[in-house]
């Protein structure tokens, strides 16, 4: 470490409450050593109203850039001198990239759930998606989606707090990409959740359940609406192995964990930051065993 860091190491660091158990800075730390790039990655314990702070350190210290994660996501967008267009409509920035003082922030989650799709042979294009959920995971699938070509997005929520958001990026897809359909339903509403499981190609449990402590647990109740040729992907990655994954699994779905998109947002950003690309089958190897 001594001999790494000196003078001129650039910093890059993760922000976000709570920080301490990511896997972001070995993730990162690890391939800057690998491909001689002189910078170093940490994570900062930053509350969501301490976002504008962070991010204006950012330009004192002449970070080359961050990685934003819960709860700073949508308030780091005013701190942005500019948006990618996934950031623009998702009203999210997950990386921030710092050129001579010029912020630009871009949102790399929907796309680390495009190219896991795709590493399984599953391309949006073309494709009817159902989504589970309405907060940061899924809006930046539902977009990413949209931008990426999906034929027709569903998007089921709770009536919580996040079902208006659901209904606002519905209208923002249909306003930015009016080739795709999009419509929202109460997730409660179990005829309409398998009305779409059946006309979809994609289903994506992008909500909380199946994470701990409700690891139990399934937004899909009714095991009957797998079949071999729907492609099932959870965002939850902790566990890997999902209730929804195993039941879709046993109905013989083709099943895509969430550690995939957590490794291929990390991908994207790097090349964000660096140009250069992340040296994926040995961080998979090292940080992303299944
Ligand atoms: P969020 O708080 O923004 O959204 C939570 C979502 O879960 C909302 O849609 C809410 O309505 C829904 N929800 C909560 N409890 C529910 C219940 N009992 N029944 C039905 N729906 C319920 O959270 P987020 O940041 O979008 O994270 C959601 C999940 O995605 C987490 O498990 C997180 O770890 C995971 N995630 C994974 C990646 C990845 O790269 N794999 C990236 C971001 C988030």
Same mark, same amino acid.
């Given at each position: 470490m001594e001999e790494r860091i000196t003078g001129h190491t650039g910093l890059l660091a993760l922000i976000g409450s709570?920080?301490?158990? =990511?896997g972001s800075p070995a993730m990162y730390n690890y391939s800057f050593a690998r491909l001689g790039l002189d910078y170093v990655y940490v994570a900062f314990d930053v509350k969501k109203e301490d976002t504008g702070d962070a991010i204006k350190a950012m330009r004192t210290f002449r970070m080359r850039g961050m990685n934003v994660t819960m709860p700073c996501k949508n308030e780091a967008v005013r701190y942005m001198d500019r948006l990618s267009p996934a950031a623009r409509l998702m009203g999210a920035v997950n990386t921030i990239v710092n050129d001579g003082g010029v912020l630009t922030g871009y949102n790399t989650d929907g796309e680390g759930f495009v190219r896991n799709l795709a590493e399984h042979g599953v391309p949006v294009r073309g494709k009817c998606i159902t989504v589970a959920g309405g907060g940061g995971a899924a809006t930046a699938i539902q977009v990413q989606c949209a931008l990426d070509g999906a034929r027709e997005i569903r998007i089921f929520n709770r009536k919580d707090a996040f079902f208006a958001r659901t209904l606002e990026t519905a209208e923002r897809i249909k306003k930015e990409v009016p080739d795709c359909l999009v419509q929202v339903c109460d997730i409660d509403d179990e005829a309409a959740l398998g009305e779409a499981v059946g006309a979809s190609d994609i289903f994506v449990n !992008?909500? %909380? @359940? #199946?994470?701990? +402590? %409700? &690891? #139990?647990? =399934? @937004?899909?109740? &009714?095991? #009957?609406?797998?079949? +071999? &040729?729907l492609v099932v992907a959870d965002?939850?990655?902790? +566990? !890997?192995?999902?209730r929804l994954l195993r039941e879709a699994a046993q109905a013989g779905c083709t099943c895509v964990t969430g550690k995939g998109m957590l490794l291929w947002q990390g991908v994207s950003a790097f090349r964000l930051y660096t140009g250069m690309d992340m040296p994926v089958e040995e961080v998979r190897e090292r940080f992303f065993k299944e």
């Open positions: 709570p920080v301490e158990h =990511s !992008a909500t %909380m @359940v #199946g994470m701990k +402590p %409700m &690891d #139990g647990e =399934s @937004v899909v109740k &009714d095991t #009957g609406l797998f079949r +071999p &040729d965002v939850v990655y902790n +566990p !890997a192995k999902t």
